[in-house]
């Protein structure tokens, strides 16, 4: 009698494979802060939660600027550039109406440089003059799932 079986085998190896993707797929929530600076002129919070995963064409931004304009709690950001050094997420605000006769459109970056978890965000309002630039440091997030998560 063998020690291992066909079905035993493939079993064995269905289980390896699925712990690994399991393990590759976990995304990881990142809460980046900025320093304030007068120049942002408010368009830049000082706090935004990124949930993305190597690999992923998309990612999650938690930002109280979307949630204050557009009463989302999350944003749904597009990978620009993903490589060694750095990931690169776009995403935008549209129909924004900070005042009664004020509508624009805004185009945000946030760059996330891997070596050092240092992060830098651009927000150029379309048709304006800008963009608005903020520097800051990323950490992973140890609390618990935010709520608006849509991984949790």
Same mark, same amino acid.
């Given at each position: 009698?063998?020690?291992?079986? +066909? +079905?035993?085998?493939?079993?064995?190896l %269905?289980?390896?494979?699925?712990?690994? #993707?399991a393990?590759?797929?976990?995304? !990881? @929530?990142?809460?980046?802060?900025?320093?304030?600076?007068? !120049?942002?002129?408010?368009?830049?919070?000082? /706090?935004?939660? #990124?949930?993305?995963?190597?690999? /992923? /064409? !998309?990612?999650?931004?938690?930002?109280?600027?979307?949630?204050? %304009?557009?009463?989302?709690? #999350?944003?749904l950001? +597009?990978?620009? @550039?993903?490589?060694?050094?750095?990931?690169? %997420? @776009?995403? !935008?605000?549209?129909?924004?109406?900070?005042?009664?006769?004020?509508?624009? +459109?805004?185009?945000?970056?946030?760059? %996330?440089?891997?070596?050092?978890?240092?992060?830098?965000?651009?927000?150029?309002?379309?048709?304006y003059?800008?963009?608005?630039?903020?520097?800051? @440091?990323?950490?992973?997030?140890?609390?618990?799932?935010?709520?608006?998560?849509?991984?949790?």
């Open positions: 009698m063998p020690i291992f079986s +066909r +079905r035993g085998t493939f079993a064995a %269905l289980f390896s494979v699925f712990c690994l #993707v393990t590759t797929t976990v995304a !990881e @929530v990142k809460r980046c802060e900025f320093v304030k600076t007068e !120049e942002q002129l408010g368009w830049i919070s000082q /706090e935004i939660m #990124v949930d993305f995963q190597d690999g /992923e /064409e !998309e990612a999650y931004i938690g930002d109280p600027i979307a949630r204050d %304009l557009l009463g989302k709690d #999350v944003v950001a +597009r990978v620009d @550039v993903d490589n060694a050094k750095r990931t690169t %997420l @776009v995403w !935008e605000i549209k129909d924004t109406r900070k005042s009664k006769n004020q509508n624009a +459109r805004f185009l945000y970056r946030l760059t %996330l440089m891997k070596n050092s978890n240092k992060a830098r965000i651009t927000a150029q309002p379309l048709g003059i800008g963009p608005f630039q903020g520097a800051g @440091v990323c950490t992973i997030y140890k609390g618990k799932n935010p709520r608006w998560l849509p991984r949790a």
